[in-house]
């Protein structure tokens, strides 16, 4: 795990410096403040940082998960995994950088860019992955033990310093422009992938999965504006051939997952013939600091 000199982490309570505490035990120990709040680490290594009410959103749960975890590990969206690292490894320092994976799931797009990371020579690289599943960030934290791994809602003030981070990926995730800008360092990237009209339209059209709203880039655009300048963006299409089995994990995995019963969606998907053919659409955008343009 970072060191929090590293990755400087802040007590969700009172906003003071959380310092890393081993214990007695091969865990991850505990996050403790100077006022005396603490957080222990889960057995399966990550941390809970929410408290009082926690979150109103929905997180994703254990079934949902596990789909998401067969279907990444399965290899299909590594084409995707690799656009990510690509993106953002030119970004980091050579020495002690620091990334910031909100929504990190899994963690498998967080883990590619660890890795190519390391392949480039990017040394000391601190890793922090938030979302508000705990059952996502017990597969995250098994993934990438070198990470922090925090239960924790993007929507509420991050619980990191300021200028604290070098590169920010935000896949198929809420948006913060405001904290993102906040805790990104001058210069830094942010790594931003959204799904394309026509993304999974096969599969969504047998599986009853709402459509991709036509203006999506245009509201993106318009969230992140009054922070962040758009300095790149580019399309990633994956055609994919999969098993039924498969083709449920994918349908299932992500918002649909709310609200479609597996064992339904496993009956609509009968009547597709194998391999079940759709393409995967995305749009990756590199966004940068407004100040950093402005200096």
């Known amino acids: 795990m970072p060191s929090t000199t590293d990755l400087p982490l802040l007590c969700p309570v009172c906003r003071k410096p959380l ?16 006022d005396g709040h603490s957080f222990d680490a889960a057995r399966q290594g990550y941390f809970n940082l929410l408290v009082g009410k926690g979150t109103v959103f929905e997180a994703d749960t254990a079934d949902m ?49 660890l890795d190519q990371a390391a392949a480039q020579n990017r040394r000391q690289v601190a890793a922090l992955g938030v979302d508000i599943s705990k059952f996502a960030l017990r597969r995250a934290a098994r993934l990438n033990p070198e990470a922090v791994n925090l239960v924790w809602d993007v929507w509420q003030p991050l ?12 896949i198929f995730a809420p948006r913060n422009a405001a904290e993102f800008a906040r805790v990104l360092r001058p210069g830094g990237a942010l790594v931003v992938v959204t799904p394309r009209s026509g993304h999974l339209a096969a599969i969504a059209a047998a599986a009853g999965m709402l459509g991709i709203e036509e203006g999506k880039d245009a509201r993106l655009a318009e969230a992140m504006g009054s922070h962040f300048d758009a ?10 051939a999969l098993t039924r089995p498969e083709a449920a994990d994918l349908a299932y ?35 940068r600091p407004r100040k950093a343009a402005a200096t």
């Open 19 to 34: 310092e890393r505490r081993t214990t007695a035990d091969a865990g991850q120990g505990k996050l403790v403040c100077p």
């Open 65 to 113: 998960v596990r789909a998401r975890y067969d279907f990444l590990a399965a290899g299909h969206y590594r084409p995707l995994a690799t656009a990510v690292a690509a993106a953002v490894v030119p970004c980091l320092p050579e020495e002690r950088s620091a990334v910031l994976d909100a929504g990190t799931g899994t963690g498998h797009y967080l883990r590619a860019v």
């Open 159 to 170: 619980p990191l310093a300021d200028n604290s981070v070098d590169a920010i990926t935000v």
């Open 253 to 287: 995995m992500g918002p649909a997952g709310h609200h479609l019963d597996r064992l339904d969606l496993t009956e609509r998907l009968l009547a597709m013939p194998e391999p079940v053919r759709a393409e995967a659409r995305f749009r990756l955008t590199v966004f």
């Open 231 to 240: 300095e790149t963006s580019t399309d990633v299409g994956i055609p994919l």
